[in-house]
């Protein structure tokens, strides 16, 4: 996606410092259900070594620690990197998805929480699932929290404007092939200048991500429509939980 105001990809530019303004409903409450949820699905058990693939702030790492993980955090962003830091959290690594910096089979589970996931082209998609592959351990289990496809073109809003104590969001969105592009102006309140980046994510229907899966190495062994657990398709969410091939 072109971003006329910057050279740099989308994803370097739209998780800086603003970020948790912006979705700020997203927080530490749901994280921490989520986590909860995650813990139970993956048989984390205490001690298991856990990688959160895009960990931000930390919102996730910092549940599943209180539970007894080992997690490794990892992220892009050194903003969102240092607000983790500063929130306790120190197992944490700047790195991008697509080439972990870990040996081969590392971890016990692997999660990408809040759709950190489907950021590249088709082949970089590709090969950030190849490194999760490589650094799970047989039998290591894998989680993909992701929006549910067929919600999400039923029930996109092509614009909206949301208000935070922080500020003022406007949000223009579209499916563009298959992605979903999402165009968003925040004001912050407190006078600092207006801040407009852009989100472009790849859209898999459950067969398709189910095979390109299992075309690196893992096998799908059950999905949720939420984090409450419900079926899938009957809530706008995509959890898929898939296990390591040996
Ligand atoms: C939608 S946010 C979710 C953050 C976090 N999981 C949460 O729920 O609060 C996606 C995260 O992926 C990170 N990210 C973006 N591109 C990345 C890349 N190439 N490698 C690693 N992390 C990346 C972003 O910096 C951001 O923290």
Same mark, same amino acid.
């Given at each position: 996606?072109? *971003?006329?105001?910057?050279?740099?990809?989308?994803?370097?530019?739209?998780?800086?410092?603003?970020?948790?303004?912006?979705? /700020?409903?997203?927080?530490? /409450?749901?994280?921490?259900?989520?986590?909860?949820?995650?813990? #139970? /699905?993956?048989?984390?058990? =205490?001690? /298991?070594?856990?990688?959160?693939? +895009?960990?931000?702030?930390?919102?996730?790492?910092?549940?599943?620690?209180?539970?007894?993980?080992?997690?490794?955090?990892? *992220?892009?962003?050194?903003?969102?990197?240092?607000?983790?830091? $500063?929130?306790?959290?120190?197992?944490?690594?700047?790195?991008?998805?697509?080439?972990?910096?870990?040996?081969?089979?590392?971890?016990?589970?692997?999660?990408?929480?809040?759709?950190?996931?489907?950021?590249?082209?088709?082949?970089?998609?590709? $090969?950030?699932?190849?490194?999760?592959?490589?650094?799970?351990?047989?039998?290591?289990?894998?989680?993909? #929290?992701?929006?549910?496809?067929?919600?999400?073109?039923?029930?996109?809003?092509?614009?909206?404007?949301?208000?935070?104590? $922080?500020?003022?969001?406007?949000?223009?969105?579209?499916?563009?092939?298959?992605?979903?592009?999402?165009?968003?102006?925040?004001?912050?309140? *407190? +006078?600092?200048?207006?801040?407009?980046?852009?989100?472009?994510?790849?859209?898999?229907?459950? #067969?398709?991500?189910?095979?390109?899966?299992?075309?690196?190495?893992?096998?799908?062994?059950?999905?949720?429509?939420?984090? *409450? +657990?419900?079926?899938?398709?009957?809530?706008?969410?995509?959890?898929?939980?898939?296990? =390591?091939?040996?």
């Amino acid at each position: 996606l072109s *971003d006329p105001s910057t050279s740099r990809p989308w994803y370097a530019r739209a998780f800086g410092a603003r970020y948790r303004d912006v979705y /700020a409903h997203r927080d530490d /409450a749901s994280a921490r259900a989520e986590a909860r949820f995650a813990f #139970d /699905a993956l048989g984390g058990g =205490a001690d /298991a070594a856990w990688l959160d693939v +895009g960990c931000g702030a930390g919102r996730h790492a910092i549940a599943l620690k209180e539970r007894g993980a080992r997690v490794v955090g990892l *992220d892009y962003s050194p903003e969102l990197l240092a607000a983790a830091r $500063a929130r306790g959290l120190d197992r944490l690594l700047r790195a991008d998805m697509r080439s972990l910096p870990f040996a081969d089979a590392a971890f016990d589970a692997i999660s990408f929480f809040f759709t950190s996931f489907g950021y590249f082209d088709d082949e970089e998609n590709r $090969a950030v699932l190849r490194e999760a592959r490589r650094a799970s351990r047989p039998s290591g289990k894998l989680l993909l #929290d992701l929006p549910d496809v067929f919600n999400l073109r039923a029930t996109l809003k092509p614009f909206d404007v949301v208000e935070s104590d $922080a500020g003022t969001t406007t949000n223009r969105r579209a499916l563009v092939g298959r992605r979903v592009e999402k165009q968003v102006l925040f004001s912050p309140k *407190d +006078g600092s200048p207006p801040l407009a980046y852009v989100e472009s994510v790849r859209l898999y229907e459950p #067969d398709e991500l189910d095979a390109l899966l299992a075309g690196v190495g893992f096998k799908t062994t059950r999905r949720f429509g939420s984090f *409450d +657990g419900r079926e899938p398709g009957r809530g706008d969410r995509h959890i898929v939980v898939a296990e =390591a091939k040996r």
